[in-house]
C-alpha cells in the first residue's frame, strides 16, 4: 500500500546570544543601515562556547519528537543537514542518534549547504514511500560563526546559528510532502566554499595563516544564482504537486536576503502575505533557516491544516531544492502536559546512561581479553605462485591460490 510522508512534529533551536548589526559595526567596517538595506538583517543569534551543531540538533529533535509523540526508540533514521558538523566523522547524525538514545535508527549527514533541509526531507519521505522507514527525523542545524571570518565584511554580517527539525511518519492517507525538486551546479562551487581543511588542502599552518578554514563567497555570483533558480525551482514543485500556483498558502524560503526572497515572490506572483520571513531576527542559517521558518510560521498561526506551503532554497555547491507539503496537523496544537515533558526528561536521562555505559563496556573490553579478541593471523608460507595473501591462505588452507583462481574460470574461458 502506497504511504505518505506526513509532517507530524516541528521543533526549533535557537542560542540565547543576540548579535546586533550595531555590535558587528564595532568590530568590522560596516554599519547597520548598510547590512539592513543590502540584506534585511538586523541581528543574529551566535552560539556559546559549549554549544555546537549537535547540541542544537538534539534540542530541535527533542522539541520535534515531543510534538509528534513518537517515542526515540521508535525513529528509523535521522537526517542531519548540515556544512558545519561537529567533525568532519563521525556525523553528527550519530551523535544526535545517541543523545536520543535512538536505538533502532540509523544516521547520516547531508551536505547540500542551505538547500540541505530540502535535500534531507526529499530523502526522508522518498525512504517513507518506498517502505523502508516509518519514521525520519530530518534536521538542519549550523554553527556558521565558527567558519566566519572577523576579518571579511563580504560574509560576516550575514550569517546566524541555530537548528530545526521535523519529524516524518508514514500514513495512508494522502497529504504530507506532496513533491520536491533538487538541482546542483558544480560550476558554480568556488563562489560559496570553505577552501582549505579539505583532502585537497589539507589543514597546515600556512593554510590558517591565510584564513583558508572560513567561509568565503563570492556574493554577487551567489546573488544571481538564487534569483534564477528560486522561483523557478519553487514553480516545478507547484507544478509536480498537480497544483497551481494560487493554491499555495504560505511560501517559506531560505532566510538569506530579502531582496532575494522578494524576487522569488514577484516570480510567483504571490501577495507579500503569503511570504513567510524571519531573517531581520536570525540572519541567514544556511540548513537551519528553512526549518527554523517553518517552525515559526507554525507557532504564529501561518499554517492551517490543508494548507499546501512551498519551502524553497538555494547554497553552495551550488545546490536548489523546492518542495510543497500539505499540512496534515489540526490547529492550534496543544501543549504538551507537564507531566508528558517530565517523562520526555526521564527518557533522555536514560539515554544518556546507556550512553555512557556503552562507554564504559567497551573500556572494559579493552581491559579484559574476550574471547573475540584480535589476534594476528599467523604468517603462512608464500602460495607456490609466490603470492603472499594471509586471508586467502588462511580460509583456504589446502587449496593453493592459483587453483582457487583457475576453478573460477568459465569453462570456455581463455
Ligand atoms: O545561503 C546562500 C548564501 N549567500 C547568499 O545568499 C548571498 C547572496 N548575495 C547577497 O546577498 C548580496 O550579494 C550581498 C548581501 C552579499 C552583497 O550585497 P550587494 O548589493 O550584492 O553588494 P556588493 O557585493 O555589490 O557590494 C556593494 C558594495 C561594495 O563596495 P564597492 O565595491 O561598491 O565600493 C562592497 O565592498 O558594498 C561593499 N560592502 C559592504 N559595505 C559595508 C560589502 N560588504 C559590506 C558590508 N558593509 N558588510
Known amino acids: 500500500m502506497v504511504k505518505y510522508a506526513h509532517i507530524v ?32 538583517i538586523s541581528h543574529r543569534r551566535f552560539a556559546e562556547e559549549e554549544e555546537s551543531t549537535s547540541t542544537m540538533a538534539l534540542a530541535a529533535a527533542r522539541l520535534a519528537l515531543d510534538r509528534a509523540r513518537i ?21 553528527t547524525a550519530a551523535l544526535v542518534q545517541d543523545a536520543l538514545g535512538a536505538t533502532h535508527a540509523a544516521a547520516y549527514d547531508l551536505n547540500a549547504a542551505c538547500a540541505g533541509f530540502i535535500y534531507g526531507l526529499s530523502m526522508g519521505s522518498a525512504m517513507i514511500e518506498a517502505g523502508t522507514a516509518k519514521v525520519v527525523v530530518v534536521i538542519g542545524a549550523e554553527t556558521l560563526s ?16 541555530g537548528a530545526g527539525a521535523v519529524v516524518l511518519q508514514a ?25 582549505g581543511g579539505g583532502s585537497k588542502t589539507p589543514t597546515t599552518r600556512q593554510t590558517v595563516d591565510e584564513h583558508l578554514h572560513f567561509m568565503r563567497m563570492n556574493g554577487r555570483e551567489v546573488y544571481r544564482f538564487a534569483t534564477r533558480v528560486m522561483g523557478k525551482a519553487a514553480k516545478e514543485a507547484v507544478e509536480k504537486a498537480g497544483l497551481e500556483l ?28 503569503k511570504v513567510f520571513t524571519n531573517l531581520d531576527r536570525y540572519g541567514n542559517t544556511s540548513a537551519a533557516s528553512i526549518p527554523i521558518a ?11 491544516t490543508k494548507d499546501k506551503v512551498v519551502m524553497v532554497g538555494f547554497g ?12 496534515g496537523i489540526t490547529m492550534p496544537y496543544q501543549r504538551r502536559q507537564w507531566w508528558y515533558r517530565g517523562l520526555r526528561w526521564l527518557v ?32 603462512k608460507e608464500p602460495a607456490n605462485n609466490g603470492t603472499h595473501h594471509p586471508q586467502l591462505t588462511q580460509e583456504t588452507p589446502d587449496k593453493p591460490v592459483k587453483e582457487t583462481l583457475e576453478t573460477d574460470q568459465p569453462p570456455n574461458g581463455k
Open 9 to 40: 512534529g516541528w521543533g526549533k533551536y535557537l542560542p540565547e546570544k543576540v548579535v546586533t548589526n550595531f555590535d558587528i559595526a564595532e568590530i568590522m567596517d560596516t554599519s547597520d543601515e548598510w547590512i539592513r538595506t543590502r540584506t534585511g
Open 71 to 91: 517515542s526515540p526508540i521508535d525513529i528509523d533514521m535521522i537526517i542531519v543537514a548540515t556544512i558545519t558538523p561537529d567533525y568532519p566523522f563521525p556525523a
Open 146 to 161: 565558527r567558519i566566519l571570518d572577523v576579518e571579511e565584511r563580504g560574509t560576516y554580517p550575514l550569517f546566524g546559528d
Open 171 to 195: 500514513k495512508d492517507t494522502p497529504g504530507g510532502v506532496m513533491s520536491t525538486v533538487l538541482g546542483a551546479d558544480g560550476s558554480g562551487g568556488e563562489h560559496l566554499i570553505v577552501p
Open 246 to 273: 494560487d493554491d499555495i498558502s504560505l511560501l517559506v524560503p531560505h532566510q538569506a536576503n530579502i531582496r532575494i526572497i522578494e524576487s522569488a515572490r514577484k516570480q510567483m506572483k504571490l501577495g507579500k502575505d
Open 294 to 304: 517553518f517552525c515559526e510560521a507554525i507557532e504564529e498561526g501561518r499554517v492551517n
Open 316 to 327: 553552495a555547491g551550488l545546490t536548489w531544492g523546492a518542495t510543497v507539503i500539505e499540512w
Open 348 to 379: 533522555y536521562r536514560r539515554a544518556r546512561i546507556r550512553s555512557m555505559l556503552l562507554r564504559l563496556t567497551r573500556w572494559l573490553e579493552d581491559l579484559i581479553p574476550g574471547e573475540d579478541e584480535y589476534e594476528p593471523l599467523e604468517p
